[in-house]
């Protein structure tokens, strides 16, 4: 069974740092595409923020560029995501994903997401 547990999250002030963790058990992480989506609060959509696919291709949002650095731990299968220069458009919901194979491009198509872990930041 696929779990996914996120941890890091809080309260900063902008201009700050934050660094979120993700442990993945109970699949075989190496042939999965796995990253870090949000979900800004009183909003439906989710955004993608940064993936590592099965290959080691990094994608990045355009709005996390320079920024945010994704890391794929293999010896414990964990995901980190160091998160710098923080905003206030940065406070959501982020949550750790992951899917079979290559990355997805539709959001409907990755299966498993963990519970997520809320960032805020204050201006």
């Known amino acids: 069974q696929v779990q996914l547990v996120e941890t890091g999250g809080g309260s900063v002030q902008a201009g700050g740092s934050l660094r979120l963790s993700c442990e993945a058990t109970?699949?075989?992480?190496?042939?999965?595409?796995i990253g870090w989506f949000r979900q800004i609060p009183g909003r439906n959509e989710r955004e993608r923020v940064a993936?590592?696919?099965?290959?080691?291709?990094?994608v990045y949002a355009d709005s996390v560029k320079g920024r945010f650095t994704i890391y794929r731990y293999y010896s414990n299968h964990t995901l980190d995501l160091q998160m710098n220069d923080l905003k206030p458009e940065d406070t959501a919901m982020f949550y750790c994903?992951?899917?079979?194979?290559?990355?997805?491009?539709?959001?409907?198509?990755?299966?498993?997401w963990g519970k997520g872990t809320l960032v805020t930041i204050c201006s």
């Open positions: 993936t590592i696919d099965t290959d080691g291709e990094i």
């Open positions: 109970g699949y075989p992480y190496r042939s999965y595409c």
């Open positions: 994903v992951s899917q079979r194979g290559n990355c997805p491009l539709k959001l409907a198509s990755w299966d498993y």
